[in-house]
């Protein structure tokens, strides 16, 4: 009975250290087939970072990005170029108006009638107002625009004062009416050849700014 | 103007005048008054303007004498071209003078009428 024991645990021994040794070899086995495997793969799959395609289109991709930037920044620029040329424009066009409107001033008729320069001022004061309204809150030229409209007031209660009571047939008085409005329409020339100027300028250095970029 | 010394003295003359009622002032607007006067045939209006200025804060006036049959400004005065102080002072008497007149008649019908209602 004991040699029985004895050649069975011997044979058990046996049995695992084998199967400890088959379990080794086997490990064995599968770390070489995972080695294999891994540089198999890292040979037919690499990293997408290793590939020469991946840095072509990184590079591509920072291009266009760049571009598109670049193409934002341009179009912003030239749509300020364009609203200041469209400015410019504006300001040339209300120039050549208020030059005339100047011209008229200057060459009032001194036989002028009551109704013929209350329409004369009812005008002048229209085209003025509507001309220089855009700009009434500029601080370059608020100053002047606010002078112009007190003309422009006292000039109408001036020749209100020279409205005539009498019935018809009877003569005006000769020129009083011209008498009463001249140093109104004088200063307004005055102050619209001012601003004038003041535009000008403006566009002057709008024209410079443009040339430069 | 050179001889301004003798046009004063006229206005002046003129004033008295006013004053004493020997003048028939009309009204051709809020703020010109004129009479009419002879001078052979031709027949002349002599107004008083009373003038609003920028160029002078107060204002000033205009005197002035006209042709009506042939249109001609006879004598133009005006106290902003003739910056002379005694001028001023002798042109605003005679427009309040002119002007107060209109106004008290304007007044006495005012009061002809509130006496009518009473």
Request: aromatic content about 10%; proline content about 2%.
């Amino acid at each position: 009975m004991l040699a029985i024991r004895l050649q069975f645990s011997f044979y058990v021994g046996r049995l695992s250290g084998t199967a400890v040794i088959w379990q080794n070899k086997l490990g064995d086995c599968v770390d070489s087939l995972k080695i294999i495997l891994s540089n198999l793969m890292d040979e037919k799959f690499p990293q997408f970072w290793e590939t020469f395609e991946f840095w072509i289109f990184i590079i591509l991709a920072v291009l266009s990005v760049f571009a598109s930037f670049k193409a934002f920044f341009e179009a912003k620029k030239a749509k300020k170029a364009a609203t200041e040329a469209g400015k410019t424009v504006k300001l040339q066009t209300i120039t050549i108006e208020l030059s005339e409107i100047v011209q008229k001033l200057d060459i009032l008729d001194v036989d002028i009638d009551f109704s013929s320069a209350r329409n004369f001022l009812n005008e002048i004061n229209r085209r003025v107002r509507r001309l220089l309204s855009p700009y009434q809150e500029d601080d370059d030229y608020k100053e002047q625009i606010i002078q112009i409209r007190e003309i422009l007031a006292d000039a109408k209660k001036s020749l209100g004062e020279v409205r005539p009571i009498e019935s018809e047939g009877k003569e005006p008085i000769a020129q009083a009416v011209y008498y009463a409005t001249e140093s109104y329409f004088s200063e307004l020339s005055g102050m619209i050849a001012e601003l004038l100027g003041l535009f000008e300028k403006r566009t002057l250095e709008s024209g410079v700014k443009n040339d430069s970029n | 103007m050179i001889a301004i010394k003798e046009y004063i003295e006229n206005i002046n003359t003129l004033l008295d005048l006013t004053n004493n009622r020997k003048v028939d002032w009309k009204k051709n607007n809020p703020t010109t008054f004129y009479f009419e006067s002879r001078k052979g045939g031709d027949l002349v209006h002599i107004s008083l303007q009373k003038i609003r200025s920028r160029r002078i804060k107060q204002g000033g006036y205009r005197f002035q004498i006209t042709s009506i049959s042939s249109g001609e400004i006879i004598v133009n005065i005006s106290t902003e071209e003739v910056s002379l102080e005694e001028l001023d002072i002798l042109m605003d008497k005679l427009y309040r003078k002119v002007a107060r007149s209109f106004e008290q008649k304007g007044l006495d019908y005012f009061d002809v009428i509130i006496n009518n209602l009473r």
